[in-house]
């Protein structure tokens, strides 16, 4: 079963233009993280935040948590066309003894 | 550093034939993790072992599949006999584990079952 649910689902942009996607999840969490997965490779981490963290910034992405709500945000400012991968964010909790749990996933296409 | 390492990286089998894959994870990382992923789905976890033990195995199909992780370091995830259903990749993935769960993920074995 999957915890997060991803949104949306798809995303076309343009090189430059900024990607938002989101993240929901169902229950209570210590962490959540966002991965990159190019096409037919493995995930690579991209970031980490707290459940007593509300944003966090690297390099040229931005993460929010809002624990109220059960969602995230993932922003990626100025796109590149390596940019394009599938985004997933992922949850562990103290009732899941840190099992990491995945959402569907967004797929990016960032347009040259 | 060398990261998780996975073979074979590609695999065709015919159903009912059995199947094994093999992760070497990050040296010194105690947690290891073995996901299905279905093609445009997020991966879905079979297995996670902390050390030498499997701490969360309630989403493996045992009657067919099964795994190990001796002396703690490399594992082997086996299918007996498989399914057309299996057609996916198996992702291989560790963590420092101790609370740490940032995961390191391998390239994945695509597993296609005809």
């Known amino acids: 079963s999957q915890q997060g649910e991803e949104d949306p689902q798809a995303l076309s942009i343009q090189e430059g233009e900024n990607a938002t996607m989101n993240c929901s999840y169902k229950?209570?969490?210590?962490?959540l993280q966002w991965y990159r997965q190019n096409s037919g490779r493995g995930l690579v981490h991209l970031i980490l935040?707290?459940?007593?963290?509300r944003e966090k910034h690297s390099g040229r992405l931005r993460v929010t948590l809002d624990t109220s709500k059960k969602s995230s945000s993932l922003l990626i400012t100025a796109s590149r066309a390596a940019d394009t991968a599938s985004y997933f964010c992922a949850t562990d909790g103290w009732s899941s003894g840190s099992r990491l749990t995945f959402g569907e996933g967004t797929q990016l296409t960032v347009n040259p | 550093e060398a990261g998780v390492v996975q073979s074979p990286r590609y695999k065709i089998i015919e159903k009912k034939q059995p199947v094994a894959f093999w992760c070497n994870p990050i040296?010194?990382?105690?947690?290891l993790y073995w996901y299905r992923q279905n093609l445009g789905q997020g991966p879905e976890l079979l297995i996670r072992y902390e050390n030498e033990e499997a701490v969360d195995d309630s989403q493996l199909p045992k009657d067919r599949f099964s795994a190990e992780r001796l002396k703690g370091v490399d594992s082997t995830l086996k299918i007996q006999p498989a399914e057309l259903g299996d057609s996916a990749v198996y992702l291989c993935a560790s963590s420092l584990g101790q609370g740490s769960t940032e995961a390191f993920f391998g390239q994945g074995t695509r597993l296609t079952v005809v």
């Open positions: 040296s010194g990382h105690n947690t």
């Open positions: 935040i707290r459940s007593n963290e």
């Open positions: 229950t209570s969490i210590n962490n």
